[in-house]
């Protein structure tokens, strides 16, 4: 037996069917949204890691000049570390908030 050659394929869009106000109301597309999110965010940490690559030898090779010659990609570097990270995420406080139960109020 074998291995299978050749690319992983995924779904690279968010789910279709994501309601944002109920997010629990189909607990398939929650995870399917949770590992789009999830991956996106892996992406962003790695485009900022070979940004930091770039920054690192630009540094080495520019000596002295380095301020001048690597400043577009300090700016790079800054804009893609920008709320990128775990706890950084711009989701709404409805998603990750406590869970709100109801209360019977009983008079």
């Not at 690559?53 to 920008?82: A, F, M, P």
């Not at 995420?89 to 998603?95: G, S, T």
Request: net charge neutral; hydrophobic share 30%.
């Amino acid at each position: 037996m074998g291995r299978k050659k050749g690319v992983a394929e995924f779904e690279e869009s968010p789910p279709d069917d994501f309601d944002p106000s109920n997010p629990y109301k189909d607990p398939v597309v929650m995870l399917e949204m949770r590992e789009h999110i999830v991956r996106e965010k892996w992406i962003d940490i790695e485009k900022a890691k070979i940004l930091r690559e770039r920054l690192r030898w630009c540094y080495r090779i520019e000596g002295i000049n380095h301020l001048q010659k690597c400043r577009h990609l300090v700016q790079q570097y800054l804009d893609s570390t920008r709320g990128i990270g775990w706890g950084k995420d711009q989701r709404p406080p409805c998603l990750h908030g406590p869970k709100v139960e109801a209360t019977a109020e009983s008079e």
